[in-house]
């Protein structure tokens, strides 16, 4: 029953998708539909609770994606290879060499990302060995067979005492240089327990900051150089974002806590390899005060001679809630005054398509979650219609991640049916897709 239920509330979303009318039936928010998606596609297994999708594209157009499924307190990172028009290849894959030990949350899914040479490399969080409680640590294993095989995972993380560490990213660079991120708290004193508990205003849970932390490989993956701290007062359970641009540059974000219980978005980056960064930068001063956590981090894009846009979300009562970005154009040392991309209550950290520059992100939560899409055009402006009338691309997902390559793009998403949860596919040429003007 669960399965068939599941299988119609797709069908009803496909039906969605053909009709390129006014989709006010199946959401309350109306934007007109003219894309060409195809039918939503089950991946993975239809008895498995599976969520925290993740997915990269590689440079023959072909696409992975990576998700975990739930046992209990166990869990498994799973990976599925598909080609460039979106046909599997092969049964899906455990990367994990022990089953069950990895973690996940909805949160902090795990990272994909493939090299120039077709290197696969998958980061994802693990109970550690001495450990079967909440520390864990962060894992990269590396697959050079097109996903058919993944070598003994490595240890990211170079602390021997136990810790949490989480909310991951991961980049790989042009020459094959491997970049990780993560907040860590091996430094971190837990919150007193009187703290540890819902804030009425905003619904979340307030804990203690942590450090964010990063490494290097510069042997494909097979080690990592030792971890270097770049901040500290940072968001405990927001995500983190690594991005590398084509001279080499890498940038990392953050949400960082400021005095007065501000959560904004910094930036850094580094010129030289993640040896050293640069002092980090405020992106926008979005006067979003938060005791506790909106589990929301930041998409980012980097194009050339230092220019980097950011995407997130922010809540405060200055302006509207919703989207927004904000462009850099000297390395992220300053940013333009941040424009809204789209009203509404989003959910989690949005997604760049590097191909193209939109953005993919969840929009509400439970029941009345969807999956939307915008666009910038090729003069940096905003190609989707008004504020606020994104494309729908799902009326019924949440989680979603997105890539686009060879003028195709891949989005996966998670779909809810109460009993479990299980991941699905769809993907649409880039340029037959298109926006109306939207409305409410």
Not at 263 to 291: C, M, P, Y
Request: with cysteine; aromatic share 8%; hydrophobic share 40%.
């Amino acid at each position: 029953m669960v399965k068939s239920n599941l299988m119609k509330k797709q069908l009803l979303a496909a039906v969605c998708f053909a009709s390129l009318v006014i989709v006010a039936g199946c959401t309350k928010r109306s934007a007109t539909l003219t894309g060409n998606f195809g039918p939503p596609q089950l991946i993975s297994p239809a008895e498995a609770n599976a969520s925290e999708p993740a997915l990269a594209t590689a440079k023959d157009g072909d696409a992975y994606v990576v998700w975990v499924e739930h046992h209990g307190k166990d869990a498994d990172v799973m990976l599925k290879h598909f080609n460039g028009e979106g046909q599997a290849l092969g049964a899906p894959i455990r990367v994990n060499a022990k089953a069950g030990q990895a973690t996940a949350w909805r949160g902090d899914p795990p990272t994909v990302a493939v090299a120039e040479d077709g290197t696969i490399y998958i980061g994802w969080t693990g109970r550690a060995e001495s450990s079967t409680g909440g520390p864990a640590n962060i894992y990269l294993s590396a697959s050079r067979d097109s996903g058919r095989s993944f070598a003994a995972p490595i240890t990211v993380n170079d602390d021997r005492k136990p810790a949490v560490h989480g909310m991951h990213s991961l980049a790989v660079s042009g020459d094959g240089r491997v970049y990780v991120a993560w907040l860590d708290e091996r430094n971190v004193a837990p919150a007193p327990m009187k703290d540890m508990k819902m804030d009425a205003s905003s619904r979340h849970h307030m804990e203690s900051n942590r450090e964010l932390f990063f490494a290097s490989s510069n042997d494909g993956g097979r080690s990592f150089a030792a971890n270097q701290r770049l901040a500290a007062d940072v968001c405990p359970c927001c995500k983190t974002t690594l991005t590398v641009a084509r001279d080499g540059r890498v940038y990392v974000s953050w949400r960082q806590v400021l005095p007065g219980d501000y959560r904004h978005i910094a930036v850094s980056s580094s010129s030289d390899q993640g040896k050293t960064f640069a002092n980090a930068t405020i992106v926008s001063n979005d006067e979003w005060v938060l005791k506790g956590c909106p589990v929301s981090g930041a998409a980012l894009l980097a194009g050339a001679a230092g220019t980097l846009r950011v995407l997130w979300y922010a809540g405060s009562d200055k302006g509207q809630h919703g989207i927004y970005w904000s462009e850099s154009r000297d390395a992220g040392q300053t940013f333009t005054p941040r424009e809204l991309l789209a009203a509404g209550s989003a959910r989690g950290t949005p997604v760049f398509l590097r191909d193209g520059g939109g953005g993919v992100w969840q929009d509400g939560e439970g029941s009345k979650a969807q999956i939307l899409l915008s666009r910038f055009g090729k003069d940096g402006s905003v190609s989707s219609g008004p504020a606020g009338s994104p494309m729908i691309v799902t009326p019924a997902g949440e989680l979603p991640a997105a890539a686009s390559a060879n003028g195709r793009v891949f989005i996966a998403y998670v779909a809810d049916d109460g009993a479990k949860q299980s991941v699905w596919l769809i993907n649409a040429e880039k340029g037959k897709l298109a926006f109306g003007d939207g409305g409410q």
